[in-house]
């Protein structure tokens, strides 16, 4: 219990700790690898991509820059779920679920530093924050107006069900283009459900079936977002921020029919944007 007391959860203030920074053309970028092994600001041209630390009166883990979600995306209804016949209770952290994995409030080790790249690593904890184990690990890299995220993410000893992407916190744009095929619908709970339907209006906080790039507009600058995960989060209900996140699967996954890791498998997806 001393372990789980002692975890931070998405609201507690998550400094971003020292940065490194890499610079690559028109792009340069902080990452902080305590915080989360998080992206911490993209800047393109000089200007600011992402809602940063502290901004916007919110110093809350879940809040600020673009980070990794690992073991899974957005909540588990009230942090349970099944997995080859036993049931798993997980720390509920946000409105009596839990949500966006561990990744996000742990730091990462950095295993490799280039002049445009960096690695980092996490072994994911074995214990009552995720009984699984297993590593992740992520590959970020510069272009002269692009940055690639990279995340791979192994079982361990024992299979383990998985969903993972990235969660950036974008500074408003003026539009947005997205023109997803399918929502998931969201119950009372604020949680997603089957079956599919058909997209609704803005405002989101929705998890979609896409496979389209999806474009933002800010300040006279095009940035377009692709991945190779078919399914798109995006959040922006709020007046400060856009959240544009590809993901392996939905939210609350682990009781909609997860994908599983067996022992020692892998799983890796990839995330790229591109300032036009």
């Known amino acids: 219990m001393a372990a789980e007391a002692a975890f931070p959860g998405p609201l507690t203030e998550l400094p971003p700790g020292p940065l490194l920074t890499l610079a ?10 305590a915080a989360g092994g998080r992206v911490a600001q993209i800047r393109v041209d000089g200007v600011e991509q992402l809602v940063g630390y502290g901004e916007y009166g919110s110093d809350a883990a879940i809040a600020w820059g673009s980070y990794p979600m690992v073991p899974w995306c957005g909540r588990v209804r009230d942090g349970r779920f099944p997995f080859e ?21 742990m ?20 214990d009552g924050r995720w009984p699984f184990g297993g590593h992740a690990r992520q590959r970020i890299v510069l272009e002269p107006r692009a940055l690639l995220l990279e995340l791979a993410v192994s079982a361990g000893a024992r ?4 969903t993972f992407g990235w969660h950036p916190w974008f500074r408003k744009p003026e539009r947005l283009e997205f023109a997803p095929s399918a929502m998931y619908p969201r119950d009372e709970s604020h949680i997603a459900t089957l079956p599919l339907v058909a997209p609704a209006p803005p405002p989101w906080d929705d998890c979609f079936i896409n496979t389209a790039p999806v474009v933002l507009h800010r300040g006279g ?26 993901q392996t699967g939905p939210a609350d996954a682990f009781n909609l029919g997860a994908p599983r890791l067996q022992p020692g ?12």
Do not use: K
């Not at 690559?24 to 690898?33: C, F, K, L, R």
């Not at 720390?91 to 949500?99: E, Q, S, T, V």
């Not at 730091?107 to 072994?123: I, K, N, R, T, Y």
């Not at 299979?159 to 998985?162: F, G, R, V």
């Open 221 to 246: 600058q095009v940035l377009r977002l692709s991945s190779n995960c078919d399914h798109w989060v995006v959040y922006d209900g709020t007046a400060h921020a856009t959240c544009v996140e590809p």
């Open 107 to 126: 730091p990462w080790q950095v295993v490799a530093q280039s002049q445009h790249g960096l690695e980092l690593a996490l072994e994911l904890p074995h």
């Open 159 to 162: 299979a383990m069900p998985l």
């Open 265 to 276: 498998q892998q799983a890796s997806a990839w995330y790229r944007m591109e300032w036009d």
């Open 85 to 105: 016949g036993q049931a798993y209770q997980l720390p509920r952290n946000l409105g009596g679920h839990a949500i966006h994995g561990v990744g996000f409030v």
């Open 24 to 33: 690559h053309g028109a792009v340069s970028i902080d990452v902080a690898p």
